[in-house]
């Protein structure tokens, strides 16, 4: 492809701007149908992005997960696959209505002024003006997405899949209606799933209620009342029994008996049960089953109906009355915190309030608890277990399908260690709630005639004629979960249920899902689900879940701590590329990335390293290469960088096959950085003939193929900067080909080349340590050396001379007296000090410096010891600690090995350092 090239420029500008260049290379990608080639007859490569909510901003955990996918599907095109990258965004139901009613409020308006209809064109009218603000976002990210087929779950194609499924579950008997607890939001007014409660540590309090017992009983003990503990007084109003353990010796003989409730009058049985625990408090619990989840459960052991247990709450959480009518009126209508309040002062009034006794012996209403609070994600308030119909999926028996995907390794768990929570999960799953109370979504298929019979149909007219003409039917208002629909990802994006969807036939199932692990129940488990049933097979061969991203300190980012990070904060200041590039190096599977907004900064450094390198070559007459093979080498430095190409191809390619995407970014790093433009191109500086331009230009384009799945910018950049009349290209980066170097390894250029790199990095570090100038030239004696080292030194004489700052090596004993040494391959030369330094100053101060960081690395390893430190201490202060003794150990190292280049040579040798 290279019609409609942007423009390069003939020579690269002296400094790396990324603004410059992003903008420009993801129009033209986009522009030119780079994202999705026509490529018919390769093999289909797919993955599905997990679509954001239509309301949402790109934050630093969807770069982490955008990042990683583009990787994976930038690699595989340049492989030559036909690689899709579905995309798209969910209609995400709760979110967008409360955007949409925050909008209407801002203008004193609500959504009840509308009807249904009136107020679904007004978010239909707002995505279209507001709804692409993450899609953007992830074009500044570099998604090479195919946007030519980009989707949204409330499409009309879309939405006749969510219908179809619906009603072939209903009408295999995997859907139904029934009355259950809930999570309520009382805000929202809907139900929620256990996945959007997140619990939060809230003061709260634990009061103590005395019941008396009624008909005249008493307890073996003497005593008329059962005493009881309860956070939430207030749903004593609608208390049905009290349970007690069947073995606690202290209720034995009022099991059965019957109690009074306060308040209420309302006569509610004594009930033995396991759920009671007679070490916590009194060993009694009160029974509110229609208020309470173990309760529930409770209320069913002891024979209560779901219909007949009573409900104290209308869906704002205020007081209303019970079906046996003996909730006191003034209690009617009161918001349920007011009533805790009235129920509480109620009961001190009639002398059924146990204080609680202090440490010092004062009374107090209540003992003071840190109490496990759930709050609905979205809504923002107390969830209330509320009990109200609601239509249900019989999720434990699609569990069955995935559970044994997993095991028989058509889905594979990378990281592995996530397939025990998986199991765990799946094995107790309850029922799924599907029904949401939102004017937003896709609205249940379901019609109810006047006697309240449902006909569940595609259509209106389908449920008519279930129901017989004349039946006058209602369409339940309710929508179906967000997570429903979007469970159908997979496959509903790919023309499902059309019949003869190529799309389908070609990219189901698809290759791999990259999902964060939070995630893991809401969505992932759930397409696995919905894709076995309905298409027969996984819908992705391999599960791949990474980590949270975490603020530096490793605390979870929250906008209350005032940690969080905004990605494109980061790429305003360093680029997409630093980032992109430090979200896969730092992704290690099985743990969390932590933020470091320096180490983004180190890797603006290496695209700006990289850019020069490029410049160098540009400099000095090397362009693109027009061979995908390696070229014909002689020289020993291009034969060796030609093998260290095909070791790291060789490398990256182990860590994407294992999904190891750190393994994969440090191969490349340390290759381009470390072998390429710190010794290579050190190597032929000043040496250039044909043979050594050629493979340094197909040694710099492998680079430009190796990087750009993790930096495409930059490289695509610099591959276009390299091209010319003489050096053109066939194509854009983005669509070359992968190298197939057609070449090894060289071991005798390898021995050759990396005895010169230990040489010269010998020379270097020594003199740093001794405090002497790079720029010194020194003389070495080399007494006996092999033949294989006689050979290189004749070889290379002028690298040597001009890297090693080496006038001469001497191949004789060494002079007497003190002196360094080096050590490269087989060999050890040996530098004499006399005159370039003062010998016992320098051993005096390396000695004292040494001594220090021994000092500071022992105190440190104690603490490290210490199992209460580590245990009771910050993570951050462990973290540090750690950090510390590794650099003081280091240090300390450091100077063992600097006093020791002091020791004079024994016998005119001396030892290897």
Known sequence: MTENIPDAAETLAKTFEPATIEAKWYRHWETSGAFRPARPDAAPFTIVNPPPNVTGSLHIGHALDNTLQDVLIRYERLRGKDALWVVGTDHAGIATQMVVERQLEARQDKRTNYTREQFIDKIWEWKRESGGTITNQLRRLGCSMDWSREQFTMDPHFTRAVVKVFVDLHNQGLIYRDKRLVNWDPKLKTAISDLEVETREIKGGFWRFRYPLADGVVRADGLDHIEVATTRPETMLADMAVAVHPDDPRYQSVIGAWITLPLTGRRIRIVADEHADPELGSGAVKITPGHDFNDFDVGKRAGFKASDMFNMFDAQARVVQTADNLIPDRFIGMDRFDARKAVVADLAE????????????????????????????????????????????DAATLAQAPMDAVRSGAIEIVPKTWEKTFFNWMGNIQPWCVSRQLWWGHRIPAWYDADGKVYVAPDEAGAQAQAGEGAVLTRDEDVLDTWFSSALWPFATLGWPDENDAMVAR?????????????????????AMQGLHFMGEVPWRRLYLHGLVRAADGQKMSKSKGNVVDPLVLIDQYGADPLRFFMCAME?????????????????????????AARFCQANGIGASSSLAAPVAAHAVNRWIIGEVAGTLGTLNQAMADLRFDAAANAIYHFAWDTFCDWYIEFIKGAFDDETRAVAGWVLDQILVMLHPFMPFVTEELWHALSSPAHPRANDLILARWPEPAAAGDPAAKVEVEWLIALVSGFRTAKNELGLAPGVRLEAWLPDPSAATRAIIASNGPAIDRLARLSAIHLSPAPAGAAMQIGAGDATLIVPLEGLIDIAAERARLQ???????????????????????????????????????????????LSAALARLNPPRNGEGDRA
């Open 507 to 527: 990219h189901y199932p698809g290759d791999v899902l990259i999902s964060g692990f939070d995630i893991l129940f809401f969505w992932d488990a759930r397409m």
């Open 848 to 894: 004292k410096a040494l001594a220090v960081s021994q000092k500071e690395a022992a105190a440190l390893a104690g603490r490290l010891n210490n199992a209460s430190f580590v245990e009771r201490a910050k993570p951050e202060a462990v973290d540090k600690a750690r950090a510390d003794h590794a650099a003081h150990t280091a240090e300390a190292a450091r």
């Open 588 to 612: 290690s599977q099985g743990r969390d990335v932590k933020m470091d907004e320096r180490r983004v900064e180190g890797y603006r450094n290496f695209a700006t390293k990289l850019w020069n």
């Open 350 to 393: 009639a002398g059924l309030l146990v204080p609680h006794i202090d440490k010092d012996g004062a009374e107090h209403e209540f003992e003071p608890r840190t109490i496990q609070t759930p709050f609905g994600d979205r809504g923002g308030v107390v969830i209330e277990p509320w009990l109200t119909d609601q239509w249900y999926v």
